[in-house]
Each structure stands twice: as C-alpha cells, then as structure tokens.
C-alpha cells in the first residue's frame, strides 16, 4: 500500500540550530515527491519536488534531498519565521495514465527566539 | 503576486444539505484540484480536473461529490447530501504549464456539518 511516514511528529529548535525533518515512502512508481510548508489556519505552501534518487533542491535555509526510500528537508540556521508544519507528499501512478497525490501527517516545527 | 481564492471561508450547514464551495483559480492555469483536510489530521487528496473533465479521484470523492467549471473562473465542489464526517477544512489548488509540479492553494473553506 502507498504510504508516506513523517518524523518526527513535532520538532522544537533554538533559532540557529539545524536540523533535518524526515519523510519515508513507499509507492509504487514515483512521479515526484513534494515539500510544501503550511501556516495554521491556511493551506499548503508550495516548497520543493524532487524527482529521482540524489536529487537536492535549496531555497534560502531550506534543503531537501531524495533518496529511493526518503526525502530529507534539511532547516540550516532556522529562524522563528520558520515555525510551521511542514508537509511532504508523493505523487504516484493512478488509473488510466493519471496520478494521485499522498500526504503525510507533518512535522510541526517551532523555532524558538 | 495572482493567488487562487476560495469562498466561502467558513459554511456551516445541515446534516444532509447540499453545499457548494467556490475557487477561483490562477487565472492562466488549467489543472485544478480539491484536497481536504479534517481537523488534526492529514491532508486527503479528493479530485484533479482538467480540460472539463475529471483527470483523477480518490476513494473519497464518492457520487455525493461533484466538481464542475461553471464559467472561465470558477471551479465548483459540490456535496450533495452532507454528512457529520464532510467537516473540514477544504482546499482547491490550481497549476500551470509552464511549472507543472508547483500547486498553488487557496486558504481553504472550513465545512462544518451539523
């Protein structure tokens, strides 16, 4: 079954201090894997996608990165604005040539002044 | 910056009412999409659109939904006998070609059945 794991559930950081926030998969044919960064109370904010195995993406202090069984969204240096749940899906084969898209749960994150 | 927009924010309804919820997408965009998201939990993809017609949908998006492009800007989600478990928030999404794996998202119309 297709399915995609975060983790950890919740994430609490000092400003400054880097980590990474991991998200496994399994679905049969990727057609990408998506980060995207949601606010409370609104929708989904388009980040990376990453297509295939060694793939790594950069946006200011965001990094993702891809492997055949997990992506990695690598935060250097956070700062408090990047407080949010950050949402990793997979987009695989459907029926009829189409495609469907798989979430995960989120990491929330807060970073603390 | 053109963002896609969605109404109403918040509709609160009666169990086995018909609701519609209202996008409107990126103007130059031609795929678009509904996911929802109950309170706490994930997000659940629903339908994708394309060209009129539907492209793909989840097991979800039972014959009490229904999508439609009424005119060249406005993308519609019907749900034609509301239920307790429809509660939550709902967004539509749209993309482009020139990028096609950037969805843009709306902020989202919170359902709440009664």
């Known amino acids: 079954e297709d399915q995609v794991t975060q983790s950890p559930e919740a994430l609490r950081l000092q400003e400054g201090e880097s980590s990474s926030l991991n998200c496994s998969y399994t679905?049969?044919?990727?057609?990408?894997l998506f980060w995207y960064r949601q606010d409370p109370g609104k929708g989904p904010e388009f980040l990376f996608t990453l297509y295939s195995a060694g793939e790594e993406k950069e946006k200011e202090r965001l990094k993702a990165t891809l492997t055949k069984k997990e992506s990695f969204l690598h935060i250097t240096a956070p700062k408090p604005e990047d407080s949010a749940t950050y949402l990793c899906a997979v987009r695989g084969p459907g029926t009829s040539g189409t495609y469907k898209y798989i979430f995960g749960t989120g990491t929330r994150l807060k970073v603390l002044a | 910056e053109p963002e896609v927009t969605q109404t109403p924010s918040h509709q609160v309804t009666q169990m086995g009412q018909e609701v519609i919820l209202r996008c409107v997408p990126i103007?130059?965009?031609?795929?678009f999409y509904w996911y929802r998201q109950i309170l706490g939990q994930k997000v659940e993809f629903l339908v994708s659109?394309?060209?009129?017609?539907?492209?793909?949908k989840s097991e979800i998006f039972d014959d009490q939904f229904s999508v439609e492009r009424p005119d060249g800007s406005n993308f519609t989600l019907k749900i034609r006998s509301t239920k307790l478990e429809d509660s939550a928030m709902y967004f539509c999404?749209?993309?482009?070609?020139?990028?096609?794996?950037?969805?843009?998202f709306g902020p989202g119309t919170r359902l709440t059945v009664l």
């Open positions: 679905v049969s044919g990727l057609r990408g």
């Open positions: 999404a749209s993309r482009g070609v020139r990028y096609p794996d950037t969805q843009y």
């Open positions: 659109f394309y060209n009129n017609e539907i492209s793909e």
């Open positions: 103007s130059n965009h031609l795929y």
